[in-house]
């Protein structure tokens, strides 16, 4: 096999894997950021019925994280939005957890993505 030869082979293979590792990881992010506007959004709706007066800041707070969570599904994964959006549905959860006078952050490592995708 010639060097041109392979050098072409090398690439191939290179790319191939390339794709591969790129596909993994952005699906393991997708898991994990999923799993995070999910407790976020799931923990809002869980309040929202236990006060359901539209009046109350607490219900306006969560309808706001509802909100926030169903813009989440529709941006543009490389888009700078993305987090900005994240940022703004932490916020109001910090907003959410201080008017019910309770502390209570999301936990990453509770979802353990090893065992959900194997490559």
């Known amino acids: 096999m010639s060097w041109q030869e392979g050098y072409k082979v090398g690439l191939s293979e290179g790319n191939k894997k390339g794709f ?8 393991i992010k997708g898991i994990e950021l999923g799993a ?3 407790f976020y959004t799931g923990y809002a709706a869980s309040v929202l019925n236990k006060h359901s007066s539209s009046e109350s800041r607490i219900a306006k707070v969560c309808e706001a994280i509802l909100d926030l969570g169903k813009d989440f599904l ?14 703004k549905i932490k ?28 490559f």
């Open 20 to 27: 591969l590792e790129g596909y993994g990881l952005g699906a």
């Open 36 to 38: 995070e506007v999910g």
């Open 74 to 87: 529709n941006l543009d994964p490389t888009s700078e939005e993305l987090s900005l959006n994240l940022s």
């Open 91 to 118: 916020g109001k959860f910090k907003q959410l957890t201080s008017l019910l006078g309770i502390h209570i952050e999301y936990n990453s490592t509770e979802t353990n993505t090893d065992k959900i995708i194997t």
